[in-house]
Each structure stands twice: as structure tokens, then as C-alpha cells.
């Protein structure tokens, strides 16, 4: 038996996302939705998480909300912003809260980039730890919000690789390989290559 409701939805592993399309002068039946999973979750002996679970609108319908969802007689809490799969998604459908929260993440993990580098660890494996460890925290997922940037989160995210190549390599631009030294790329010309009506992205 597998889960199934009357409006779409989307699963991974034990994560269930519930999204539906509200025509203008329509009501929702997100309600009618999540009482059908739980039915069904039910009957296949698996609990939902009320606590969990989050409720987002998107466009007009937030300036004329509808009533709160309730689950298993608890409140669905509302969020302007809730991380889906690792990108933090936001009602405004804008990319600040995850842009920040993805290069705090990778500027922590650029202190054993330091702790490497005072160890005398060869510039090869401190570029590798780079492109292993700290750069797929700054491209995770990024053909969903690289299109919808501004220039100001994309240079926010370039700031990250700046200050691994100072560590690297002890400069700050971006250089040409030679037999010391490795070629580095901007983000921004190697992030990602698009193709029309595809989520495909290409890396070097």
C-alpha cells in the first residue's frame, strides 16, 4: 500500500510534502488532504509527526489566509521559512535565508582548511578538501535557487572561496595554474551551466 491524496505530493525516505495550486476565488483543500494521510498512515500502522509538520503559503493566498491546519488534534505552525531536503525555502520565494545559512555552514568548515594548512598539509589535498567538504555545502541543490540570486548573495557566496584560496594558495584572486599553484575558478564562472527547461548543471 502506498500513500496517496487528492492533491499532489512528494515523498523522500520518511519525509512527506503536501503543495497544492489555489485557483483566485477558490478555498483550499489542504485540510481534506492531510486528513487523508493520516488516515492512511493509519491503516499502515506509521504515525505523522504533528510537531513536524509545518504549513507554508506562497502568493496571494498570505494576505488572506486561510484557518490553521490542525493534525492528530494539534496546530500546524505556519513558517515564512522551513528547510526542505537541505534548501531552506522561503514564502517570498527569495534565496537570503538559505544563501546565509549554507556559507555559515561552509566558513565553519573552513577552519580545518586552516588547521591543515598550519600542518603543512600539500596545497593538492588542501584543494581537494576544499572541493570535497566545503564547496557541495555551498552548491548543494543549486540548479533549484542559483537562477533567483542577487548579486549581492552571489558575491556573499564567492567571499567563501576567496578566503579558501587565501588559505590555500596565501593570495586572494583567482590564478592561473602553475606547478605550485592551482587554477581556481570564480563560482560565478564555473556555477552551473543551464540548459533550457532542464535542471541539469555541468561543474569543472
Known amino acids: 500500500m502506498t500513500l496517496q491524496t487528492s492533491c499532489l505530493m512528494h515523498k523522500f525516505i520518511d519525509d512527506t510534502t503536501l503543495f497544492e495550486f489555489v485557483a483566485k476565488s477558490t478555498t483550499s483543500c489542504m485540510k481534506a488532504c492531510c486528513d487523508e494521510l493520516v488516515h492512511q498512515s493509519e491503516e499502515m500502522r506509521m504515525n505523522v509527526n504533528a510537531r513536524k509538520t509545518k504549513e507554508m503559503l506562497i502568493g496571494p493566498m498570505a494576505k488572506d489566509p486561510p484557518p490553521l491546519l490542525s493534525l492528530c488534534g494539534a496546530t500546524v505552525e505556519r513558517v515564512p521559512v522551513f528547510k526542505l531536503l537541505g534548501v531552506h525555502v522561503s514564502s517570498d520565494l527569495k534565496w537570503t535565508k538559505h544563501i546565509d545559512a549554507v556559507v555559515s555552514k561552509a566558513a565553519s568548515r573552513l577552519y580545518f582548511l586552516k588547521q591543515l594548512r598550519r600542518a603543512d598539509v600539500p596545497t593538492r ?3 581537494h578538501f576544499y572541493t570535497t567538504v566545503v564547496r557541495p555545502v555551498l552548491e548543494y541543490a543549486c540548479p533549484v535557487w542559483y537562477p533567483g540570486l542577487t548579486s549581492a548573495r552571489s558575491e556573499l557566496l564567492e567571499s567563501v572561496q576567496k578566503r579558501a584560496i587565501r588559505i590555500i594558495s596565501g593570495v ?33
Open 125 to 127: 589535498d588542501l584543494l
Open 172 to 204: 586572494g584572486t583567482y590564478l592561473s595554474g602553475t606547478a605550485s599553484r592551482p587554477t581556481f575558478k570564480s563560482g560565478t564562472a564555473r556555477r552551473p551551466t543551464f540548459w533550457p527547461q532542464t535542471a541539469y548543471c555541468t561543474y569543472d
